[in-house]
């Protein structure tokens, strides 16, 4: 069963950076196609980023060019390094593993298939 903890969030500026972590247990990012999350309130939880077992990369075109998703093979970590942030970027984030799915059309921000949802981190983001 996958677990996941997201760790990173915090209160910002518009413009500022913050570094979201998420480690946990049951899936391998070497493994799994992996993604990261946001949800607003009165939104659905929607797929923003995601990178595959060979290390492809997408991300939803309003994240696109400010937010890096990356992986740490040998601590099994997810990140998502934030940068030139917006208020309309404040929400709570989560990561997912997901599990039946390692590459290709599966593994999108729009596709990727969330089954067990951690915490999160909250992300706010002032004007």
């Known amino acids: 069963q996958v677990k996941v903890v997201e760790t990173g969030g915090g209160s910002v500026q518009a413009g500022g950076s913050l570094r979201l972590s998420c480690a946990g247990s049951?899936?391998?990012?070497?493994?799994?196609?992996m993604g990261w999350f946001r949800q607003t309130p009165g939104k659905e939880r929607e797929g923003i980023a995601t990178?595959?077992?060979?290390?492809?990369?997408m991300y939803t075109d309003g994240v696109k060019g400010r937010f890096t998703i990356s992986t740490n093979i040998a601590n099994n970590t997810l990140f998502l390094q934030m940068n030139s942030l917006k208020p309309e970027d404040s929400g709570m984030y989560y990561c997912?593993?997901?599990?039946?799915?390692?590459?290709?059309?599966?593994?999108?921000?729009?596709?990727?298939?969330?089954?067990?949802w951690g915490p999160g981190a909250q992300v706010n983001v002032s004007s």
């Open positions: 997912a593993a997901d599990e039946y799915c390692r590459s290709g059309y599966c593994c999108r921000p729009d596709t990727i298939y969330g089954r067990s």
């Open positions: 049951g899936y391998s990012v070497s493994d799994n196609c």
């Open positions: 990178i595959d077992v060979y290390g492809t990369t």
